[in-house]
Nanobody, 115 residues
Framework: EVQLVESGGGLVQPGGSLRVSCVAS????????MTWVRQAPGKGLEWVSSIDSGSGRTRYADSVKGRFTISRDSAGKMLYLQMNSLKPDDTAVYYC????????WGQGTQVTVSS
């Protein structure tokens, strides 16, 4: 069974850092493109970052470029999003999603940036 479970969210002050994680079961994330998507309160889904299968090429939304880093482990089980210089606008539920068509999602992890 394909499953994704996010963790690592929490409350952080503006300018702080946080790393959210996504553990995959039922497949290897290195075989698929993987994506982080977020949803801020009262807003729609926003694409944050993706990492390609194979090459591992990474892409970022302009709103997070230079501050966030997507990565994965070589075992193909873990996906990460390192978030630095966090801003209140980064407050959202963060989801990881599998594949080019986002055919599996986790339950999300809440990130709140506030003083």
């Amino acid at each position: 069974e394909v499953q994704l479970v996010e963790s690592g969210g929490g409350l952080v002050q503006p300018g702080g850092s946080l790393r959210v994680s996504c553990v995959a079961s039922g497949f290897k994330i290195t075989n698929y493109a993987m994506t982080w998507v977020r949803q801020a309160p009262g807003k729609g889904l926003e694409w944050v970052s993706s990492i390609d299968s194979g090459s591992g090429r990474t892409r970022y939304a302009d709103s997070v470029k230079g501050r966030f880093t997507i990565s994965r482990d070589s075992a193909g089980k873990m996906l990460y999003l390192q978030m630095n210089s966090l801003k209140p606008d980064d407050t959202a539920v963060y989801y990881c999603a599998k594949g080019q068509y986002f055919d599996a999602w986790g339950q999300g992890t809440q990130v709140t940036v506030s003083s």
